[in-house]
């Protein structure tokens, strides 16, 4: 795969690209990451990227002709072909107004071979890169950034890390929040390891088994992986039913789950 980055501020990147699993990837050979300078696309003097919007208002708007031609100058197929899938490229515009990015985006984002990430700034970007230039608008969460540089970081570490061979034991990727296994999904529950399967991830202990005077549940420690699995899988509905209920809507629930949860919501009511 490639990430290209479009920005007006290079030299950000010299530190999040530089550890952890992009680096990783990048020494591997499974990824390269360009980031690219949108200043050396303008044509004054002053190497102006933005100016003001029509119909007034404050703040200054990105000016579209340095990004189409730092585009043009990529070579990427078509806006029709990457929207009909005809090449496996995304031109992304990170933007407030954007998407929500989750994890099934990351996911989609994983199986291309190039994507463009550009990062906004100011009060925007002029429409034309959104309606004619860009695949997809995505946004990070429901508030304000200056611009869409840590967007980019973070999308491009959420994506870089589920390309095959990225990470040590591939099956982990499987078992995080957020994360649906199409199989888990199609056989309505959790597998025997109980990956989150849409929920909250699971909590976890490691040594020592008693710290502080607080011990590790006694489920993890019994060997009994039936009963782990149990375990692992009412503690990640109650976390999921406490912190984001909203993901409960879409998840796979056995029977089971069903039970569990609405003992948890009766006992709620008791107590309120």
């Given amino acids: 795969m490639k990430a290209d ?5 290079p030299d950000f990147f010299r530190g999040p690209l530089d550890y952890g699993i992009t680096r990783r990837v990048q020494e591997l050979g499974l990824a390269t ?9 303008t044509h004054d003097r002053h190497r102006t990227v933005d100016d003001r919007p029509f119909g007034g208002g404050e703040g200054m708007v990105l000016k579209p002709e340095p990004l189409f031609e730092c585009l043009k100058s990529m070579q990427l197929g078509s806006r029709e072909d990457r929207l009909a899938g005809n090449v496996k490229q995304s031109v992304v515009l990170l933007s407030a107004q954007g ?3 989750t994890q099934k985006a990351a996911s989609e984002l994983a199986l291309l071979d190039r994507i463009v990430f550009i990062c906004g700034r100011y009060e925007g970007v002029d429409e034309r890169v959104a309606e004619h230039l860009a695949d997809r608008e995505l946004s990070i969460g429901d508030y304000v950034l200056s611009g869409g540089e840590i967007a980019a970081a973070v999308i491009v570490e959420a994506v870089m890390r589920l390309l095959p061979g990225a990470v040590g034991n591939e099956a982990s990727t499987l078992q995080e929040s957020f994360t649906v296994d199409p199989k888990v999904r199609a056989s309505g529950g959790a597998d025997s390891t109980c990956g989150s399967n ?5 909590p976890h202990y490691t040594r020592p088994a008693e710290f502080l005077g607080i011990a590790v549940p006694v489920e993890l420690m019994s060997g009994n992986h039936e009963e782990i699995r149990r375990w692992r899988r009412q503690r990640a509905l109650e976390k999921t039913l406490r912190n984001r209920p909203d993901l409960l809507d879409g998840a796979a629930l056995s029977e089971e789950d069903k039970k569990f949860l609405a003992a948890i919501r009766d006992d709620n009511k008791d107590r309120g």
């Fill in 5 to 9: 980055i479009v920005t007006i501020f």
């Fill in 33 to 41: 990451i360009q980031v690219h300078d949108l200043r050396e696309f």
């Fill in 99 to 101: 998407q929500r990015f």
């Fill in 198 to 202: 849409g929920l909250l991830d699971y």
